[in-house]
Structure formats: C-alpha cells, structure tokens
C-alpha cells in the first residue's frame, strides 16, 4: 500500500510539472468539462459558473500556456490540436486528484469517491443495470459514472484517463492490460424462416458466402471483423451500420444475413432465426483498465466486485 501511494503522490507531481503547476483544478476541471460538452455554456451549468466565467478561465490557461486550446464559433467549441494533446495529461491530473481524496476517506475507513466505466452496447443492457445495482446496495457512497460507445470508443476513453476502467473483448484491448470474464458465441443471424437447409443446426462458411450480407463499420466489432478475415470471407455489402440494433432490423425486415454474438441477441424484438458459426468463434469479453496495480480505491473496488460476481463460464 505504500508503494501505492508513493506512487500516487509522484504521477501527480510529475503531470502536474508538465502542463502548468499554476494553474489550478479549477482550470483542469473547467478545459475537461468544456472539451467534453463542446459548450461554454453547458459547461458552466454543469459546473454552476456563468459562461463568461468559463470563458474567461479558458483564456487565462491559453494565455499561460501561450498556445490556443480550444476554437471558439457560433456552433459551438472544438479542441486544436494543441488542447487534444494536452487533455489527457488533464485527465490524469484530475484522475490523480480524485484518487488522493478516495485514498484519504479510506483511511479515514469511508468508502467513496467516483468511478467512470466505459461499456460498448450489448454489456450496457444486459450486465450493467445488475452490476450498478449490486454495487451500490454495497457501497452507497461511490458514484459511478458510464460512458456507452464502440470497442474504440471505450479503448479511447481507457487511454485517455476519461474512463478507469472499461468492457472490451480482449481482440479490441491491444496495449491495455484486461481480465477476461466471458465466452460469447457468434452467431449467424437470418431473416426468420428464410434458410433452405434447417436441418444443419449451424452455418458454415460456403452457406454464408452464398448470402449478402449486413455488416456494421470497422471498428465497431473487431471480433466479427476478425472471424471474417480468419475464414477468407471477403463479403460485399450494401449496408454499413453503428449500432446492433439497427443491424439486426434490417436482416429481420430480407436485407441479408449478419454475424453478432450472442450476448447482443438476448431479447431480441425482431423476427430471426440464429445458428452457431462454423468453424466454432466466440468473442472474450474482459475488464480493462490502463494500470491495474494502480487503481484508486473506488475503482479497485468496483473492479475486484466486477470479477468475483460476474465472472461467467470462463
């Protein structure tokens, strides 16, 4: 534990030196949220100041740092370059701060503080309204904000200190260090009642290739991505879509047949049929975090409940 918090005083001092020791959490605070929003004026109800007030302590930081941060236009506000380097040091500036605080209620025997998880769709409705809910039941004090998005969404929010932690397949974790918790079969989805041949109780890949396809965007599930190439299953498709859902509709209203793992086939309110993929695939689904062994105590927390509750048929 001591090395823990040796450890913690000095990340803090070190980002610290490297963005400003002048300017104050305050400033930090007011760039992250402001860069979050895309708003002066969002940003300052969120943080219960005027615009003016968020404005001003915005160019204050430009005028110490002698670079612009953010473009200012009747649309709104965006990052330049120079702020999209500089927020994740941001980040982690605020990360370190918010985990001093949980380190010093922890030994003053309190359980509290923030934790941010990012989570992609299908462990958004079907695990997380379970795990926040056992999780508070245990720990009324800890906050727990979520970030939903893609695989790449959740890997960037992990990297750049806006998320602690996060759920991703161990396909899409690359660099970050993950737990594994969960086999998902993929399967091969149709429009219901479609297929020739029903006696096979799975789809191989000459039936697949014989079909077009609806398929969702690079990126968006690295893992389907994966199985594709590993079977030379060049596919051309005239649908290229985000979400699971809207994949889903169009193959349940004849627009061709997708690949998803099972887990986002739960409850499902459209009319298909699935079969298991042959060869046999699946996608592992894990806890990420960027330094497990240096965790605040509300997002060990979280983490350690995560593992010992949800581990499934691993």
Known sequence: ???WWVHLVESIFQTCSRIGAKMTLLTYQVFQTAANIGSFHKAADILGLTPSAISHTISSMENELGFTVMTRSKSGIALTNYGEHLLPYVNAVLNSD???KQAIAELNGLKQGKVKIGVFSSVCTNWLPDILR???KL?????VEVFQ???DD???WIKNGVADLGFLSVSSAKDIPIEPLYKDPLLCVLPKGTRRDSSRPYMDIEEMRAHQFVTQREGTDADIQNFLKENSLRIQSSYHVVDDLSTIALVAKGFGICLMPELVMRDIPYEVDCYPVYPEACRIIGIAALHPEFMAPAVRTLYNHIIENYSMSF
């Open 154 to 156: 959740v890997y960037y």
């Open 139 to 143: 720990y009324a004090e800890v906050t």
């Open 134 to 136: 056992s999780f508070q």
């Open 1 to 3: 534990y001591h090395a």
């Open 149 to 151: 998005g893609t695989y």
């Open 98 to 100: 918010e985990s001093l």
